[in-house]
C-alpha cells in the first residue's frame, strides 16, 4: 500500500489515479443497475422509477469523472501527453494498446450519454441499439484499468477491478440469457374488442379454460406471435383487467409499429406466447387511500385492471381518474369507465378532450383542452395534499404532470411514473 500515499508522487498523478478509479466504479454502477432495471431484479429493493433515477445520475457522473481523468492527464507534466494522444486511439507512440483501450471506451460511453439525451423519445429504437454499446464500454474500461497497470498491481485495487469485473459479468451473462428462466404461457386470443380506429383490446386466456396467472394491478406482460418468426422478439403492454378474474386478462393496444400492426390482424382463437407478469407500479389496497390518476391516451390501460378491481371488491379507496385524449371517441375504455364511475361511488373520472371541439352534452366531466395546472386544481379542488399521484402516458406528458404536482406541494415519493421504454 506504500505505492498508493507517497509524498514523493506529485499530487496530480493522485487526481489522475482518483479520478479514472472514480469514473470505472460509477461506470459498474451504471451497468448493473441498468441490468437491474431491464431484468426486473432491481424492483426486489427499489421502484423503478427510483433506480432509472439514480441509473441517470450515476452514468452522467461517470462520463464526468472519465473526463476530469483525462484533464488531468493533459496537465501532467510527467506525461506530457496532447490533446491528440489523449483524444485519439493509437495517436501516441509512447503509448500502447492499454492506452487506447481508454480512449475507446470514453467515446463509446459518450455515444450512449449523447443518445440517452436526444434519442430515447425520439428514436427509441436507435438509442436501445446504442444502448447496448455500454456492455464492451464498461469491459473495455475495465481491460484499460487492469492493463494499463498503475493501481491494480496493488492488492485492495486489484481486487475491486475483479471484483467488480467478475459481478458485471455474471449479470451481463444473466441480461442475455435471463428470459430463457422466464416462465412461459401458451395462451390464446378469446374474444376482440375494436373501440377505437386505432386501438385494439384483446382478451386472452388458457385453451382449456383453466386459471391464468396471478398478477398485481398495475403490471405488465410480454407477448409474441409464435406462428410469425419475425416477431420473436417480447413486446410489452400492460394489463387492463382486475386481478381477480383468473380466467382471462385484457391488452388495450395502440395500433403504431410494425408488431402492433401484425396485432391488429390477430384472430379469435390464434395462439400467443406470454411472459410475465412483471412491474412495480401497482396500487396497493392497503397503502393508498386516496389516488389520483393521470393518463394521457394509451396510458390509461394499467389503470384499468385497478379501477376493475376496486369495484369489484367494493373497496373504500377514494379514486380520480384524469384522462387526456385528443377526441371523444378516440378515448380508449371510455365506455367501461364510465360504467365503473357508476358501479363504485368512491371512483371519479374526470376527461379532458383536446384537438375535438365538445358538443356540450358530455357530461359536466368533461373538458376542453389540456390537463394544465388550472384543470387540475379545479378538479382536486386544490387539495394536493394526502394522495397518491400515479401517471402514464407520453414521457413529455408525465414530465409536465410531475412539473405542476412537484409546484403545487407534492413530494417526489408521492408520485409514481411508468416508462414503457425501459
Not at 489523449?86 to 459518450?110: H, K
Request: glycine share 8%; with cysteine.
Amino acid at each position: 500500500m506504500e505505492y498508493l500515499i507517497s509524498a514523493k508522487i506529485p499530487w496530480i498523478w493522485y487526481a489522475i489515479r482518483a479520478s479514472g478509479l472514480a469514473g470505472y466504479i460509477f461506470l459498474f454502477l451504471s451497468t448493473i443497475s441498468g441490468i437491474g432495471l431491464y431484468t426486473g431484479l432491481s424492483s426486489k429493493f427499489l421502484r423503478s422509477e427510483k433506480v432509472l433515477a439514480i441509473h441517470k445520475h450515476i452514468s452522467i457522473s461517470a462520463w464526468a469523472m472519465i473526463l476530469v481523468h483525462l484533464i488531468f492527464l493533459f496537465f501532467d507534466q510527467t506525461l506530457k501527453l496532447g490533446i491528440a494522444d489523449l483524444l485519439v486511439p493509437f495517436a501516441s507512440q509512447s503509448a500502447g494498446i492499454n492506452f487506447a483501450l481508454g480512449i475507446i471506451g470514453f467515446y463509446l460511453f459518450l455515444f450512449i450519454i449523447i443518445s440517452s439525451l436526444f434519442f430515447r423519445f425520439k428514436a427509441p429504437r436507435l438509442w436501445r441499439f446504442l444502448h447496448y454499446l455500454s456492455y464492451p464500454a464498461f469491459f473495455i474500461i475495465f481491460l484499460h484499468g487492469v492493463l494499463i497497470g498503475t493501481d491494480t498491481n496493488e492488492y485492495l485495487i486489484s481486487e475491486i477491478y475483479w471484483i467488480t469485473g467478475i459481478i458485471a459479468s455474471i449479470l451481463t451473462l444473466y441480461r442475455i440469457f435471463y428470459w430463457k428462466f422466464e416462465k412461459e404461457y401458451e395462451y390464446i386470443v378469446k374474444n376482440i374488442y375494436k373501440p377505437t380506429t386505432d386501438a385494439i383490446i384483446l382478451e386472452i386466456g388458457r385453451n382449456d379454460g383453466g386459471d391464468i396467472f396471478k398478477f398485481k394491478s398495475g403490471q405488465y406482460v410480454s407477448i409474441s406471435i409464435p406462428e410469425d418468426k419475425k416477431f420473436f422478439k417480447k413486446y410489452r403492454f400492460s394489463i387492463a383487467s382486475s386481478p381477480l378474474n383468473r380466467q382471462s386478462f385484457k391488452l388495450g393496444i395502440r395500433i403504431l409499429g410494425d408488431f402492433t400492426q401484425k396485432i391488429s390482424k390477430i384472430k379469435i382463437g390464434d395462439r400467443i406466447n406470454v411472459k410475465g407478469p412483471r412491474g412495480d407500479f401497482v396500487f396497493n389496497e392497503n397503502k393508498m387511500e386516496n389516488i389520483v390518476f393521470i393518463a394521457g391516451g394509451i396510458g390509461i390501460t394499467p389503470f384499468m385492471s385497478a379501477f376493475e378491481y376496486a369495484a369489484d371488491k367494493n373497496l373504500s379507496n377514494k379514486m380520480a381518474l384524469i384522462y387526456s385524449n385528443r377526441s371523444v371517441a378516440g378515448a380508449l375504455f371510455l365506455d367501461e369507465i364510465q360504467a365503473l364511475s357508476a358501479k363504485n361511488v368512491n371512483f371519479k373520472p374526470y376527461f379532458a378532450i383536446t384537438d375535438e371541439k365538445l358538443a356540450g352534452n358530455e357530461g359536466c366531466n368533461f373538458y376542453q383542452g389540456f390537463i394544465n395546472e388550472e384543470l387540475l386544481r379545479k378538479i382536486l379542488n386544490n387539495q394536493f395534499s394526502g394522495k397518491i399521484f400515479f401517471l402514464c402516458g407520453p414521457p413529455k406528458f408525465m414530465e409536465i404532470m410531475a412539473g405542476y404536482l412537484i409546484k403545487n406541494g407534492v413530494k417526489l415519493k408521492n408520485i409514481r411514473k411508468e416508462s414503457f421504454s425501459l
